[in-house]
């Protein structure tokens, strides 16, 4: 393709698939260059999709770069999907493949192969129409402002109050996110509403009984099955919830508390401040391209490419979508980093963890197809939940004290394993929307209050705020824009905790292992990939009994008088 090539609308594209449609392969040769060339042509149109929803989430009340968005996903995206199965089977149907490296390609042709099984015509238009229907929720959530001690602040600004000394403030600025919430309440449950309708459609019309067994195929789950989700949520229960507990008591007795409400939870004592590890973006940035240095030079390159190539947006600001993200970009290689950067301890966490999607990203640059680059979310998640644990042993360049690096790492470890039942929560409600595809909305609030309150910590009072949590799966932006990913996080943290481990062991070795895994990309099983990183692909409740205790260990070290 030209090197000043845009995707403006259909026909400058269509003559490309054409081309590939119709050419020849006689030999082996002739056969990777072909992949060669839909490789090359897939980067291009990837790239272009991902720099206009970048574009969108950066500014949610420009029109016209949602229009833009929606321009992609309704009037091109369809069109590619039919080429891109006929140019599947023309791949499966050519005798050559046999003679590709079949290790190097058996991920490759095998999610090609389901591809095909899962392609059904009628289908294009309910998932151009669920793409657009799901950035509504960026939309709707962008808008969300409170005021706080007469200014106005997104939703993600204001949750740097719910860490102030002042309980009386945590508890207003906590009612007030909450309340804000509530006025779109009706809103989001019919898009979601609306989403689930087209989702479930999709998989009647591709044979499945259900969205989430489709979704299990689509999203390549060929290495652990919905029983081993339901022993994950079993085993948080019982082996991470107890841990939680206790953590959560003993803040309430740091505080000096009869009773921990959930606007306690990030506070600090009376006389002591929230940790702030930075005021600016900017400073966000140095400050991680010096801690990523120590671990690593290539690690700070990374940051220092992405910084020059304009590759970071992460402060907050009004009209902005909620949330962070590390979105690929697999023509030019360095990826963009989107976050709400606040000057709080939870933006520094998140800033390390999309810094380790984008090492991902640099490592995975080179494979030779486009294809190769897409990862298991299970193994991205380990990149970037590795990198917050990995890099504590560095964040002195955020802290002077060294009591806030203390407290700093111990909500870091704290927060490892109180995400657990969270994540046990969503993965578990996200099985029971979809089994029950035409649930009304009063059974819909009724089972998320009975599975969140399964996973709530005894150590918590939630007394008289049932009606903020009959509405707090709204806040997940998952469940609208990602459907059924979420257990990733929790499959990841177990193989983060294990590379730690490996890490308070041999530094060096636990380093070669995560590169080892993670240049790969995906171009391994998922249990191949957790072993180059020197893993076990596991999540049985011995294993999770294990890491967890592991974790507390470690907790009790740092929180442990001298």
């Known amino acids: 393709m030209p090197k000043d090539f845009k995707v403006t609308d259909w026909q400058n594209l269509e003559p490309y698939f054409k081309e590939l449609l119709d050419r020849p ?25 991902a720099w206009r929803q970048i574009r969108m989430t950066c500014d949610t009340e420009n029109k016209e770069l949602e229009k833009a968005f929606e321009f992609f996903v309704l009037e091109i995206q369809p069109k590619i999907q039919p080429y891109g199965d006929k140019l599947n089977r023309k791949l499966i149907e050519n005798p050559f493949i046999k003679e590709l490296d079949q290790k190097e390609f058996f991920t490759y042709l095998r999610n090609v192969k389901k591809s095909i099984d899962l392609f059904r015509p009628e289908n294009i238009p309910l998932q151009a129409e669920s793409a657009v229907l799901a950035q509504q929720f960026g939309i709707i959530s962008g808008k969300m402002t409170v005021e706080v001690e007469g200014k106005e602040y997104t939703l993600q600004q204001a949750a740097k109050f719910l860490e ?103 506070a600090e004592p009376e006389g002591i401040k929230p940790l702030t590890p930075f005021q600016t973006g900017e400073e966000l940035t140095q400050k991680t391209i010096e801690c990523f240095n120590q671990m690593s030079p290539f690690f700070g390159d990374c940051l220092i490419k992405m910084k020059q190539m304009g590759r970071l947006d992460l402060d907050s600001r009004k009209g902005k979508a909620p949330g962070g993200y590390n979105c690929p970009l697999p023509e030019t290689g360095a990826p963009f980093i989107f976050m709400n950067a606040a000057g709080q301890m939870h933006d520094l966490t998140t800033m390390v963890h999309e810094g380790g999607h984008a090492i991902h990203s640099f490592l995975t640059h080179n494979l030779s197809l ?137 530094k060096d070795k636990a380093v070669h292992n995560y590169l080892n895994a993670l240049k790969l990309g995906g171009t391994r099983t998922l249990p191949e990939l957790f072993e180059a990183a020197g893993l076990k692909f596991n999540f049985s409740p011995d294993y999770i009994s294990e890491l967890m205790l592991f974790v507390q260990g470690e907790l009790e070290k740092i929180t442990r008088p001298n």
């Open 25 to 49: 392969i006689n030999s082996l040769h002739d056969l990777q260059n072909w992949l060669q060339d839909i490789s090359e042509l897939e980067a291009v149109i990837g790239e272009d999709a």
């Open 370 to 506: 486009t294809a190769f680059k897409e990862y298991p979310m299970e193994i991205a998640e380990v990149a970037s939940m590795t990198m917050e644990l990995f890099s504590m042993d560095y964040w002195d360049v955020f802290f002077d004290k060294e009591e806030d690096l203390k407290r700093a790492k111990e909500h870091q470890l704290e927060r490892v394993l109180t995400i657990f039942p969270w994540i046990a929560t969503i993965d578990k409600y996200q099985h029971w929307l979809y089994e029950n595809p035409n649930h009304t909305l009063e059974e819909r609030a009724e089972n998320w209050r009975s599975i969140m309150n399964e996973y709530t910590s005894i150590a918590m009072d939630v007394s008289g705020l049932e009606e903020y949590r009959r509405f707090a799966w709204q806040r997940q932006l998952h469940l609208f824009e990602v459907p059924f990913y979420y257990i990733e996080y929790g499959i990841a943290q177990l193989g983060a905790i294990g590379l730690w481990k490996q890490f308070k062991e041999d």
């Open 164 to 266: 102030n000394p002042n309980r009386q403030l945590r508890e207003e600025v906590y009612r007030k996110i909450n309340e804000r919430r509530l006025q779109d309440k009706e809103k989001l449950n019919d898009l979601f509403s609306n989403l689930l309708t087209k989702r479930h459609q999709i998989a009647l019309n591709a044979g499945f009984p259900n969205y989430r067994d489709y979704k299990f195929i689509d999203l390549g789950r060929f290495d652990y099955t919905k029983q081993d989700c339901y022993q994950f949520h079993a085993a948080v229960k019982t082996h991470v919830l107890p841990l939680v507990d206790f953590i959560y008591d003993g803040k309430r007795q740091k505080l000096g508390l009869d009773s921990l409400r959930p606007w306690d939870v990030d």
